[in-house]
């Protein structure tokens, strides 16, 4: 099997690459044509017509919008070396090994770690990224000179890895996977290529995914986005609950159920409000009780017993002292993605170090999430009306609950979702 060149090309050996003597010119349409000059002597030179400009009228039409109102993924083109490409026949199909391909149809390219894995394949690897994957595209033309020169114009599709330093999506700059982009997530582009056909490895099913459809499901590869390798711009995505970041199909979304709002909700987010609001009301050192449980000690306190230096009250032993275990070695984290582990130091290690003057600067994600190693929490969507339920992970701490739950709330109109 031979690889396929995809530009910009880096330096690397040619050893398995698909021999392919074409390559693509993106002219300006508007550019004028050069005046010819005349001979001396009234003869007129009579170059060879200019090469035609075609314009590639773009198969993806992105829902989300670009920075330019008027952009376009339309692309004009030439195909060089213009004569030899035009003298080919053109056809809607090609058969390699038995499989058909047809024109307009998406396949799978392979590349220099396809030839790597086929070499070695027994060989241990790092965990691959699904840009270490065969390359996909959707081919646009085929044409042929004969059975062994077969060559296909395609545009390619770019896993979320591969979006180069310099993409810019609405007013932000971003290089690479985003964490909305889903496992099976690509990106459509107006990146035109021609390859050998020799180096299509299978028929790939891609599908766009139409985000304003709230029950479509993705089964297989899809897009949402567009790239213009033109403008470095990345089309836009639908925002979704009141963070603005758009939807990871791979994670849960909470609809709420308040009729006037219906907004969806990232299970993170919800997830994070919650655990916020629970270390804001316990911090590191109080335990949660039950409404209940305090109504009944603040009766209790009416009915207490005199205490040894009040009037007529006998001497009783001192009260009891909480015992805390020493520190664990290991701190637990709470779950919460895309945030780096914090290690806190031990407070015993602390007692002996000497104190330090002033007070450390707390890290990002400290400040972001203070709950972290204190307090975890998941959606339990297995009960009506879903709830959050909360873990207590200081083991420090005694004389409450160490799980609850509590009510689910929107978090853009503050209603109890059923």
């Known amino acids: 099997m031979a690889t396929a060149r995809k530009r910009p090309r880096p330096e690397e050996s040619t050893e398995n690459v698909a021999e392919c003597p074409f390559t693509v010119i993106h002219p300006d349409p508007n550019e004028k044509e050069k005046k010819t000059k005349r001979r001396r002597g009234g003869s007129e030179e009579r170059p060879a017509p200019p090469p035609k400009i075609h314009l590639q009228v773009s198969p993806f039409s992105p829902i989300g919008k670009f920075n330019g109102k008027d952009n376009t993924m339309d692309r004009h083109y030439q195909i060089a070396p213009f004569a030899k490409w035009m003298d080919m026949t053109r056809y809607n199909s090609f058969v390699l090994n038995g499989v058909k391909y047809h024109s307009e149809g998406f396949v799978f390219v392979a590349n220099d770690n396809t030839i790597e894995r086929q070499k070695n394949p027994g060989e241990t690897?790092?965990?691959?990224?699904?840009?270490?994957?065969?390359?996909?595209?959707?081919?646009?033309?085929?044409?042929?000179?004969d059975e062994h020169h077969v060559y296909a114009r395609v545009y390619w599709m770019y896993w979320p890895e591969e979006l180069p330093v310099g993409t810019t999506e609405g007013k932000q700059s971003v290089k690479g996977r985003q964490p909305y982009h889903g496992t099976n997530e690509l990106i459509a582009s107006n990146h035109m290529d021609v390859i050998n056909v020799v180096s299509v490895t299978a028929s790939a099913t891609v599908h766009q995914w139409d985000e304003t459809n709230e029950d479509e499901v993705q089964p297989a590869l899809y897009w949402r986005q567009a790239f213009d390798v033109r403008s470095m711009e990345l089309s836009s995505a639908q925002s979704r609950c009141n963070c603005g970041r758009p939807e990871n199909p791979d994670k849960k979304l909470i609809g709420c159920t308040n009729e006037e709002c219906r907004r969806w909700l990232h299970d993170d987010c919800l997830v994070h409000e919650a655990l916020l609001r629970t270390f804001q009301r316990l911090g590191t050192d109080k335990p949660h009780k039950p409404a209940q449980v305090k109504d009944e000690q603040d009766n209790e306190t009416g009915r207490r017993p005199l205490s040894p230096s009040e009037s007529g009250a006998a001497p009783t032993a001192e009260q009891s002292i909480d015992v805390k275990p020493e520190e664990q070695n290991t701190v637990k984290m709470a779950d919460v993605e895309n945030v780096l582990p914090i290690i806190k130091a031990e407070r015993t290690s602390q007692a002996t170090e000497p104190k330090k003057r002033g007070r450390g600067r707390k890290s990002d994600a400290?400040?972001?999430?203070?709950?972290?190693?204190?307090?975890?929490?998941?959606?339990?969507?297995?009960?009506?009306?879903?709830?959050?339920?909360?873990?207590?992970?200081?083991?420090?701490?005694?004389?409450?609950?160490?799980?609850?739950?509590?009510p689910l709330d929107c978090l853009v109109c503050g209603q109890q979702i059923h």
């Open 366 to 406: 400290q400040k972001a999430k203070p709950y972290d190693g204190y307090f975890s929490a998941i959606i339990r969507n297995d009960v009506s009306p879903p709830v959050v339920e909360i873990t207590d992970l200081r083991e420090e701490v005694t004389g409450g609950l160490k799980e609850w739950t509590e």
């Open 125 to 145: 690897r790092q965990p691959r990224k699904k840009s270490d994957d065969d390359w996909v595209a959707r081919i646009l033309e085929i044409r042929a000179a």
